[in-house]
């Protein structure tokens, strides 16, 4: 499995496993920070080249609901990407019922401005004209 660095984003404040993450591998099998690496926020959507003193070191373990494997982790993960079977769960953060709820509060407004983008899509046609009334 590719690496996936672990940052705070800076749109949310929380700390999850990217939505989108695109960079390139060094020979070592490792991120390479030499060259730019694009991150986008699964909580709020925010877009952001990140560095390698953004990531959060992973000092704590979580266990998958579903197939009981330990992947390690930051303890101020709010989400939390299985390394086995890539089920996205509640991270160990999250038992603090304060970031449980910004969790929540996030995601539901994130899903509101995804929904209103796809509307906004549905409402031109494939050359962006938009469609007869």
């Known amino acids: 499995m590719r690496p996936r660095p672990y940052v705070r984003c800076p749109g949310c404040e929380l700390v999850g496993p990217a939505e989108d993450l695109e960079y390139e591998l ?22 952001d080249t990140i560095s390698a003193d953004q990531v959060l070191a992973d000092d704590t373990e979580h266990t998958c609901v579903d197939c009981g ?3 390690p982790c930051p303890a101020a993960a709010a989400r939390v990407e299985c390394v ?19 969790l929540r509060a996030i995601e539901a407004l994130h899903a509101i401005e995804l929904r209103v983008q796809q509307a906004l899509r549905e409402q031109h046609g494939p050359a962006g004209e938009p469609h007869p009334a």
């Open 84 to 102: 086995r079977c890539g089920l996205i769960g509640l991270g160990p953060a999250t038992a603090d019922p304060e970031i449980a709820g910004q």
């Open 26 to 47: 060094s020979d070592q099998g490792t991120v390479d920070w030499r060259s730019p690496v694009h991150w986008q926020c699964a909580e709020c959507g925010y877009v």
């Open 69 to 71: 494997t330990l992947t």
